[in-house]
């Protein structure tokens, strides 16, 4: 058994009973073949990316479920001779979530690896020998210094 999702887009003017009744016959395939349907969602009406039969909106539609490879076969020569569905794509989800979990146990062996550093102070505070907040950088005069200088006349040109 293996996790599936099948997206298919419907033509946007079929009515919502349509819609209902091909995903609950969806359902039934995956059922009767001692798949289990995991999710069912409807995204609703959305703009296509590119045209599609002449149309550039379609209502979307996600099934989420577990079965065995010869269950989508089915489910997708169903797709393509059905009238009311312009695109769908399966994509295997158990292949994603393997090595997700390969790419999580590689990086924990790689912190294992790596010595501990000491935790240094929050990056907003000054380190030691550092001027503190609002105190002028070295070699520059301070706000009451600068004030304290009479402004230079202004050059006619």
Do not use: C, H
Request: aromatic content about 6%.
């Amino acid at each position: 058994m293996r996790i599936y999702e099948e997206l298919f887009i419907v033509q946007p003017d079929a009515s919502e009973e349509e819609i209902d009744a091909y995903a609950e016959q969806i359902k039934q395939i995956i059922t009767g073949a001692k798949g289990t349907v995991d999710k069912v969602d409807k995204w609703g009406v959305r703009k296509l990316a590119y045209r599609v039969n002449k149309r550039t909106e379609g209502y979307y539609v996600l099934i989420q479920f577990t079965s065995n490879p010869e269950v989508v076969r089915e489910i997708e020569r169903r797709m393509r001779v059905t009238d009311i569905v312009m695109k769908f794509i399966t994509v295997r989800v158990d292949e994603k979530l393997k090595k997700l979990d390969k790419r999580k146990k590689q990086r924990e062996k790689r912190a294992k690896r790596k010595p501990v550093v000491p935790v240094a102070a929050s990056p907003g505070a000054p380190g030691p020998g550092a001027p503190a907040p609002g105190a002028p950088a070295p070699g520059m005069p301070s706000m009451e210094q600068m004030l304290a200088q009479p402004a230079e006349p202004a050059k006619e040109q």
